[in-house]
């Protein structure tokens, strides 16, 4: 009766114990590593193909040793060598999860190795899900997040760390945010994180330029580049690799939850407030082309641009309004595009580089602060004021174009 969880810890322990030439298994995050011996290369082969929308990908089942059920001992594959910044960020997704939090990374070529793995990431020539393998290296592989998710948008061509946020991101953000999978939250943010972060990983590892033609100059502090960084020098003596590995989880892992962080408590809220103007941009002026913010400093372009799209906005916001630090009010033209300085409507002419009292009485509005010499944003005293500003100059558009004009 006493004797019973001793065998069974003594089990475990003997399943565990593996020789692996050509690899090193690091477990945890404590372990340091002994120099790696030469492993050969995977010859690449046939990429297997994933049914669409099938994303989810259930942990591996728990192994029995002895006929006895043991915790599964859970491998994460990936080469040895020189590491990149893909296959760093898809161990550190992968180890977000629970089952996947105590895995050990065994980076090695050897594919009798890599064939004992759970889960194996950018190596062995095969990208099947449904048996956990991510790798792109493939001549046959082409696969995008549009061609996996006919629903996204983004053509650049998977690395790793595409392919396994593809499978496991919403399940990482939903178990870093306390949420459900479904939140809505948490789709906006599955998509946000890969625009804007794991896509240009995908991309530099995958040779793709962001210029078709030459570049003025060189990026040489992106997050991919610093990885590399860790790296031995070729002529460094030791060129164990280990270290750097992970280190450089460290760092990629590090980064990925600031950045989640501030789209989550900073994006997030932002998008909301200009959600809520939108929807009730009505009761602020009946052409619906006038929105106000209740709070100022916030960055609303992009969100403006995406959410017009998303509910079908028409005709398009204008002006938007909100208060400055000092109490006073903006009101700001929406630019045309979101890279162009061009407004959809500019504020008159006539009132360009006219300051207070004099802007004032040119306009006939109490309270007028300034107006930007290029028209893209003026002020008022009073929210009462701005809106003044933007109904007289849209009303001052449509009669023009009335006349033709």
């Not at 629903?151 to 399940?171: C, D, I, N, P």
């Not at 450089?248 to 980064?255: D, K, L, T, W």
């Amino acid at each position: 009766m006493f004797l019973f969880p001793r065998i069974q810890r003594v089990l475990a322990r003997v399943a565990c114990r593996r020789f692996r030439p050509a690899s090193y298994a690091l477990r945890g995050t404590g372990d340091r590593p002994p120099p790696l011996d030469n492993s050969y290369t995977v010859k690449t082969g046939p990429s297997a193909a994933l049914s669409r929308g099938d994303t989810h990908m259930p942990p591996p089942a728990a192994k029995r040793v002895c006929g006895l059920k043991m915790p599964a001992v859970l491998r994460i594959g990936t080469h040895n060598g020189t590491f990149h910044c893909d296959e760093v960020l898809a161990c550190f997704l992968l180890r977000q999860l629970p089952e996947y939090k105590d895995a050990e990374i065994v980076r090695t070529r050897d594919p009798a190795l890599l064939s004992e793995c759970d889960v194996v990431v950018d190596v062995g020539g095969e990208f099947d899900p449904k048996r956990h393998r991510y790798d792109h290296h493939q001549r046959s592989f082409s696969e995008t997040f549009h061609s996996l998710r006919p629903e996204k948008r983004w053509v650049t061509k998977l690395s790793s760390a595409g392919l396994v946020y593809l499978h496991f991101g919403q399940r990482v953000l939903a178990q870093r945010l306390e949420r459900e999978e479904g939140d809505p939250e948490v789709q906006v943010l599955y998509d946000k994180v890969y625009e804007n972060f794991v896509e240009e990983i995908d991309a530099i590892d995958n040779g793709i330029s962001q210029w078709d033609e030459e570049p003025r100059y060189t990026v040489t502090s992106n997050l991919s580049s610093r990885v590399g960084h860790l790296n031995p020098r070729w002529n460094d003596k030791d060129q164990d690799t280990q270290a750097g590995f992970h280190k450089a989880m460290e760092m990629v892992g590090e980064e990925f939850l600031d950045r989640l962080d501030f789209y989550h408590r900073s994006w997030l809220p932002a998008r909301s407030l200009v959600e809520e103007a939108i929807r009730t941009r009505d009761e602020v002026d009946v052409g619906g082309e006038v929105v106000v913010f209740t709070q100022g400093g916030c960055p609303w372009k992009e969100h403006l641009f995406n959410l017009e799209q998303e509910l079908g906005i028409e005709p398009t916001v204008k002006f938007v309004l909100y208060p400055d630090q000092s109490g006073q009010w903006r009101v700001q033209c929406v630019p045309a595009g979101p890279h162009t300085f061009q407004n959809r409507l500019s504020l008159p002419e006539a009132w360009r580089g006219v300051r207070d009292e004099a802007l004032s009485t040119l306009s006939g509005i109490p309270g007028c602060v300034f107006v930007h010499a290029s028209g893209f944003i003026g002020g008022n005293r009073t929210r009462e004021g701005a809106l003044a500003m933007a109904r007289h100059t849209l009303k001052g558009a449509a009669k023009s174009s009335a006349n033709g004009n």
